[in-house]
């Protein structure tokens, strides 16, 4: 995993390396755990409601914040969308067998403009 491109770090030059994993849980779940450096980042768990065929995304990183994502996935395009009353965000990445590439987008006015937060890349060794 490389995470590039953040406003946040020292210079956008500034990449930062790391490991994802996937795994099912069962048959009806999808877990992702990602850490920077060593780090633990992200852990995601997605998920399917029958009644609707809504994709939904459970967040949770060690600051400790746990969020929830509304999902889509169509062709090659994985998007994730928060829309809270603290802030707003999105992922969207284009995903093929051994690579998802995406960026991490915010927006502090519901969604009326955004600024990205990063980009990443996800490979396989």
Known sequence: ???TNA???ESLDV??????SARWLGDAFIELEANLEGEPLWHFVFGRSDANGE????????????????ATFAGDTLTLLRQDPDFHQ???ATV????????WDASD???ASWRKDFDVILERP
Do not use: K, N
């Open 7 to 9: 406003w946040f770090l």
């Open 90 to 92: 999105r992922f969207t």
């Open 109 to 111: 006015d519901a969604g």
């Open 15 to 20: 990449q930062q390396h790391g490991r994802a």
């Open 1 to 3: 995993m490389t995470l």
């Open 55 to 70: 994709l939904v995304a459970l967040y949770h990183d060690p600051r400790p914040t746990s969020r929830v994502f509304h």
């Open 96 to 103: 093929t067998p051994a690579r998802i590439e995406g960026h």
